[in-house]
């Protein structure tokens, strides 16, 4: 009898287990399935923004792309996301090209962008090396008077400048521009600072006792291990030099040093615009940096990256 009521009293607490392992399942299951729904607009926000920042981005290059194979007279009567009647009609392209002088304007911003980026990785590296390593008097109040001229709008500061490139004699020559984009970029100079962070001092004092210079630590030691920075800064900053308008044409107005950016400018008169050649020459200018942007972009994505955390 004893046992006959033991085994009764045993199944009735795997049944009672059971049932508790059954509740908190349903439990969990509910949890998952409130989790889902409100995780639902969540989502359907997440990808209303992707959706509507894509529409903005995209907008306009399809309004060029489009724009700069229409005729005039179809460009003015059509809507502007109109496809147009002809895809076969490159003779925007022609004109743009070649009454916008775009080969000069391309051979000026190359020339520009080699000395740019030059001055740029230089003056960035070695002054972020300066700063990372060295402990000085003042190097804090550098660091915090770099951040307060990023802060600066750059156009508050235009007037003093121009003036100072006019009594250098650097108005209309290409050098001012280059100067210009090398002495006011200190963006790089805080993308090398953080590389420089994660790269040990340890590698600098076995140098130090092997005699080698400071020199020679930086083209030796430092320079290799900042190729990651370097190629960001490359990309970033090289691509915006290129699309920059307002440095060129303000400093560099003779048509004989237009750039690129610059060159499209022909076509804009006091009485109207040409808008299906710039079109296309905007269409013509945006090749190069697809180009770049599709054979390098595992080294964009990976150089912003590294030296964003610390090891």
């Known amino acids: 009898m004893s046992k006959n009521v033991d085994t009764t009293k045993k199944s009735d607490s795997v049944v009672a287990s059971s049932l508790t392992e059954e509740q908190r399942a349903a439990v969990a299951a509910e949890a998952k399935r409130a989790s889902r729904k409100r995780k639902i607009p969540i989502e359907i926000l997440k990808y209303f923004i992707l959706i509507l920042t894509s529409i903005i981005i995209l907008l306009p290059l399809i309004t060029a792309f489009f724009g700069s194979f229409k005729t005039t007279a179809e460009f003015s009567s059509s809507n502007v996301l109109a496809p147009p009647q002809n895809f076969l009609n490159f003779s925007n392209f022609v004109t743009a090209f070649t009454d916008g002088n775009m080969l000069r304007g391309f051979m000026n911003t190359i020339f520009v962008l080699f000395f740019s980026l030059f001055a740029t990785i230089f003056t960035g590296t070695m002054t972020a090396y300066v700063l990372n390593r060295f402990k000085f008097p003042g190097r804090k109040l550098i660091n915090n ?24 004699g650097l108005f209309n020559n ?90 499209l400018f022909a076509f804009k008169g006091p009485y109207g615009a040409k808008w299906e050649i710039i079109c296309a020459g905007a269409i013509i200018t945006m090749i190069p940096t697809l180009i770049i942007f599709i054979l390098l972009q595992k080294q964009i994505y990976s150089g912003m990256t590294q030296g964003a955390v610390k090891e």
């Open 174 to 263: 290409r050098f001012s521009v280059i100067l210009l984009y090398a002495g006011t970029d200190i963006i790089s100079i805080y993308i090398f600072l953080q590389f420089l962070e994660n790269i040990p001092t340890s590698l600098d004092e076995s140098a130090i006792m092997d005699g080698a210079s400071y020199m020679k630590i930086y083209t030796k030691i430092i320079m290799p291990l900042l190729k990651p920075a370097i190629v960001t800064v490359v990309i970033i900053k090289g691509v915006g030099f290129y699309n920059d308008f307002y440095t060129p044409y303000l400093y560099t107005p003779k048509p004989a040093l237009q750039t690129i950016s610059t060159a």
């Open 145 to 168: 008077l770099f951040l307060i001229a990023s802060l600066i709008p750059s156009i508050t500061m235009q007037m003093s400048v121009f003036q100072i490139i006019s009594k250098l």
